[in-house]
């Protein structure tokens, strides 16, 4: 089964900064997987919508400009980083999963996964709970290179009564849904399709080890290292 490093090695260093990707790039997980933003023509890699909790600043980040966003320090002095950052670091030898919050404009951020994957011939997956956004996203790469590059993740926070159909029907490679909502229909139903199963976020070993019983392909986790030798 493979892990994926959730927001960086969230569980040791500061979520979703450079220092955390880097100390997953180290113990050479399968992927990680970050949260953007689009401010301007960029893509900022941050968890919520508000600045408060990791920043101590009373602001929404789509209030923000980008020069705003280079100002600002989290713990430790950390930078919040942007996509082309975490590019330039990875440099394709780990599956990137780009969790979608808000973007505005699909047609920039598929530009810039372009010049990525053209650099790089990178993994790219994007995820959301934002279903209508995969779907556009989906139309825009049609029929071009990219969509051999790039694979979409439905997001669910709830197990719905037709199991994996709503990933199904979207066309989707991967279904992800929360740990504590799977089970083994749900797995059954998305392979019988082969839609791929993601988890998140699996922080303890009996955990991971039901998951793995059922046959999930992968799942998120904060502590990737913890889980890499029951893997």
Not at 35 to 43: A, K, R, V, W
Not at 106 to 119: D, E, G, R, S
Not at 180 to 187: A, K, P, Q, S
Request: net charge negative; aromatic share 8%; with cysteine.
């Amino acid at each position: 089964m493979d892990i994926i490093a959730h927001r960086g090695i969230s569980a040791h260093y500061h979520e979703n900064t450079m220092l955390a990707f880097e100390k997953a790039l180290e113990i050479e997980v399968y992927g990680i997987e970050v949260d953007l933003h689009q401010i301007e023509d960029q893509f900022v890699i941050f968890h919520d919508f508000q600045l408060d909790r990791l920043a101590q600043t009373p602001a929404d980040i789509a209030d923000l400009s980008l020069r705003d966003i280079s100002q600002i320090r989290l713990e430790n002095k950390h930078k919040i980083p942007i996509l082309t950052e975490l590019f330039e670091l990875v440099k394709g030898t780990c599956m990137l999963n780009l969790e979608l919050k808000h973007i505005c404009n699909p047609n920039i951020l598929l530009k810039q996964i372009a010049h990525y994957v053209t650099q790089y011939e990178g993994d790219v997956v994007l995820s959301s709970f934002n279903h209508p956004l995969l779907a556009q996203l989906q139309a825009l790469i049609k029929g071009t290179e990219l969509k051999q590059y790039i694979k979409f993740g439905a997001l669910i926070g709830h197990l719905p009564a037709t199991m994996a159909q709503y990933a199904v029907d979207m066309q989707v490679d991967i279904a992800a849904i929360d740990a504590n909502l799977i089970n083994l229909e749900f797995v059954e139903h998305a392979h019988l399709h082969n839609i791929k199963v993601w988890s998140y976020t699996v922080n303890v070993e009996t955990a991971f080890i039901k998951l793995k019983e059922m046959g999930v392909d992968a799942v998120f986790s904060n502590d990737p290292a913890l889980l890499t030798k029951l893997a």
